[in-house]
């Protein structure tokens, strides 16, 4: 992948939360990533592992502990005022809940064309107009301007909550779980359209979802996060066959698949996420891993290239080129 073409790019992204006087929690430990120009970079992990705030920090909402947001080469997070309200123009979020994401008491045609308002971009009588096109682009008939989000279907919403996303012209936008209220037809026919704007406007996109095999059907890269850390990082089309983390194994190993073969070993995920305050040294999945070795318990595996674009931390394997 070209290296020159990334957008946004997460360098050492650190988040903790001070919970009480002697309690600190780690929601997110020293993650780098990168997202590229017209492709689609899927982030998977169990519940609570720390996607949603890792991605509240890119869109400046949440501010790091330590690390920085390089957009476009220049350091996001030290951006204040007009400059930091600019800067949401370029990276857009679509939530899981459009319901509560949309202001119930406007218009259609209000919600999609408030963010090119707030921004100066056009004039009040150009708004159905406006309006009109992003309804023809998200799929929808221009009646649904007049309409409340309340008398809509969740799928139905979720397109206006893609329009809204796209007045702006972002480079990036990042849905967090924006699939997974919906139902499995609903799910592919937005995908579909995140799709086909993707190849149109060349946007790139960021995929958050517990649903680890729609997230590798549909990304160019996965990375799989645990208690925080970034564990391992490879090709979506190479994760089903490819991925060598015991926790990402565990994930996979966790799908029922239809018509799958009944012999097929089901090493599942056992025992709970450990508690992210205070986290112990050494390897994260250290408590949940079968294959755990004293080393784990006492030094933490750095992220290595195990093969070309595809990383991995985890001392058991054969590698020993630090990233
Ligand atoms: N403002 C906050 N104050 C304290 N702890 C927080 C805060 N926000 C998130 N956390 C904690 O940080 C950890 C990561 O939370 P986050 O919402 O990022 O997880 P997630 O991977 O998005 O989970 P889910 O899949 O359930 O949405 C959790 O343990 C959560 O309780
Ligand atoms: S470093 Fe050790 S505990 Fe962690 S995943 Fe690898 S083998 Fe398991
Ligand atoms: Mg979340």
Redesign the pocket.
Known sequence: MCENNAILEAQNLT?K?K?SKNST?T??DDISLKFYQGKTLGIV??????????I?MLSLI?KPTSGEIMFRGCDITKLKGEEKRNNHSHIQMIF?NPLEALPPRMKIRDIICEPLLNFKKIKNHEKDEIARKYLEMVELPEEFALRYPHHMSGGQRQRIGIARALVLEPELIIC??ATSALDVSVQKNIIELLIRLQKQKQISIGF?C?DIVLVSQISHQVAV?YL?NIVEILPGKDLHKYAIHPYTKGLLHSVFYLGMDKSTKIDKLTGEVP??VNLPNGCPFQSRCSDAKQLCREIKPKLREYQEGHMVACHLLPIDKPV
């Open positions: 988040k939360f919970i929690l929601a997110c992990g169990e519940s609570g592992c720390g996607k949603s705030t890792f509240k949440t899981q967090d779980e958050i517990h996060m925080g508690s992210p």
